[in-house]
T-cell receptor, first 113, second 119 residues
Framework: GNSVTQMEGPVTLSEEAFLTINCTYT??????LFWYVQYPGEGLQLLLK?????DKGSNKGFEATYRKETTSFHLEKGSVQVSDSAVYFC????????????FGQGTILTVHP | GAGVSQSPRYKVTKRGQDVALRCDPI?????LYWYRQALGQGPEFLTY??????QDKSGLPNDRFSAERPEGSISTLTIQRTEQRDSAMYRC???????WGTGGNTEAFFGQGTRLTVV
């Protein structure tokens, strides 16, 4: 079956630091990959996505590249802000289980001024 | 409405009682998904619908859990004879395209969830 593994958190950074949150996956076929974000007190929001190998998803300064050879979809941002403090979830859809999302366990990010 | 709406936002129930959780998807969205999220974990898939048809219920943990979407819009997740282990955040999501669509366009919009506590 499908699975997603995220780096363990929590991650604590100073403002303007570089961010990487690692995500690797297991799936058959050609899944679509996503990063969702949950800000305090809010629901899950789609941050970015990539639907095929070598695609780069980007939004709000965040980027992630779909690497089929390493089955990875690492999230990066060059300069984080306090407002980026949230929980980040890597997820996949498709492969043998098209139509439903498989999530990683989430990574808590805290950014200090 | 503008987004996915879930009600109630919070539900406290006694062990053994039945509960019904409601999801009102974005208007026109074909697919509707239910997830359960334990504290400190990612959401786990329960079931999903395309229109009124339940396509996959493989994530429902046991036969106390059921879901319906009779008119292809609002959905209800029902938990019978609740147990303390059912305590979790229950999330609903909807997407515009059917899951069998091409191109992998399964972007899902999530509601704020219902926090269920069984005491």
């Amino acid at each position: 079956g499908n699975s997603v593994t995220q780096m363990e958190g929590p991650v604590t950074l100073s403002e303007e630091a570089f961010l990487t949150i690692n995500c690797t996956y297991t799936a058959t076929g050609y899944p679509s990959l996503f990063w969702y974000v949950q800000y305090p007190g809010e629901g899950l929001q789609l941050l970015l996505k990539a639907t095929k190998a070598d695609d780069k998803g980007s939004n709000k300064g965040f980027e992630a590249t779909y690497r089929k050879e390493t089955t990875s979809f690492h999230l990066e941002k060059g300069s984080v802000q306090v407002s980026d403090s949230a929980v980040y979830f890597c997820a996949l859809a498709g492969g043998t289980s098209y139509g439903k999302l498989t999530f990683g366990q989430g990574t808590i990010l805290t950014v200090h001024p | 409405g503008a987004g996915v709406s879930q009600s109630p936002r919070y539900k406290v129930t006694k062990r053994g009682q039945d509960v019904a959780l409601r999801c009102d998807p974005i208007s026109g969205h074909v697919s509707l998904y239910w997830y359960r999220q334990a504290l400190g974990q990612g959401p786990e898939f329960l079931t999903y619908f395309n229109y009124e048809a339940q396509q996959d219920k493989s994530g429902l943990p046991n036969d106390r859990f059921s879901a319906e979407r009779p008119e292809g819009s609002i959905s209800t997740l029902t938990i019978q004879r609740t147990e303390q282990r059912d305590s979790a955040m229950y999330r609903c999501a909807s997407s515009l395209t059917p899951s069998w669509g091409t191109g992998g366009n399964t972007e899902a919009f999530f509601g704020q969830g219902t926090r269920l506590t069984v005491v």
